[in-house]
């Protein structure tokens, strides 16, 4: 079956750095996205990685290894509004989407 | 960037009345849209996907005789929910994806439905 996979919930200190992983299983692999949403919200889109490395965007980051299924987020220079849940979906061979549960990210001062 | 916009953002209504949601892409043509739910504290749980033209693809254990979605033109596509109870209250998001099939999805605002 396809699956994702990602913590449920991190912990962090503001002006830290925090990485959130996730591994996927997917029937085909046609990239990864990634996306914040604060509560209430919808998702707001973070970055899309197809290919393997990492894509560096301002505080945000984004790694993917498609040989092993696994990518990661990276937060740098944690600020307190980054405090969101973090949303990790691959795309399959049938360019469907598959979401994982997501990250609950605390920021503490 | 694109933008989807949703409306409404908040509904409330009585029990047994139905509800439309709009979604509409307003620079882009949106050639597939999704339907979200989303329960607090939950993840996103698609509901449908629906290509312009045609019918609404379902996931499954969604009623598509409650959850009726239309997807008549490239910029617009609509849910009602049909004699809406309680435990219909959610968050209910739609997102949209231009001709590229690997194209970033955007979404729209969100409508929080709530159901007296």
């Known amino acids: 079956g396809q699956n994702i996979d990602q913590p449920t919930e991190m912990t962090a200190t503001e002006g830290a750095i925090v990485q959130i992983n996730c591994t996927y299983q997917?029937?085909?692999?046609?990239?990864l996205f990634w996306y914040q949403q604060h509560a209430g919200e919808a998702p707001t889109f973070l970055s899309y990685?197809?290919l393997d490395g990492l894509e560096e965007k301002g505080r945000f980051s984004s790694f993917l290894s498609r040989s092993k299924g696994y990518s990661y987020l990276l937060l740098k220079e944690l600020q307190m509004k980054d405090s969101a849940s973090y949303l990790c979906?691959?795309?399959?061979?049938?360019?469907?989407?598959?979401w994982g549960a997501g990250t609950k990210l605390i920021i503490k001062p | 960037g694109a933008v989807v916009s949703q409306h409404p953002s908040w509904v409330i209504c009585k029990s047994g009345t139905s509800v439309k949601i709009e979604c509409r892409s307003l620079?882009?043509?949106?050639?597939?849209m999704f339907w979200y739910r989303q329960f607090p504290k939950q993840s996103l749980m698609l509901m449908a996907t629906?290509?312009?033209?045609?019918?609404?693809?379902?996931e499954q254990g969604v009623e598509k005789d409650k959850f009726l979605i239309n997807h008549a033109s490239l910029t617009l596509s609509t849910l009602t929910v049909t004699s809406a109870h309680p435990e219909d209250s959610s968050f209910y998001i739609c997102?949209?994806?231009?001709?590229?099939?690997?194209?970033?999805?955007?979404f729209g605002e969100g409508s929080r439905l709530t159901v007296l």
């Open positions: 997102s949209a994806r231009g001709g590229q099939e690997t194209g970033e999805l955007f």
């Open positions: 620079d882009f043509q949106a050639t597939t």
């Open positions: 629906s290509n312009e033209g045609s019918k609404a693809t379902y």
């Open positions: 997917t029937s085909g692999f046609n990239g």
């Open positions: 990685n197809v």
């Open positions: 979906a691959a795309i399959d061979s049938n360019y469907q989407l598959i």
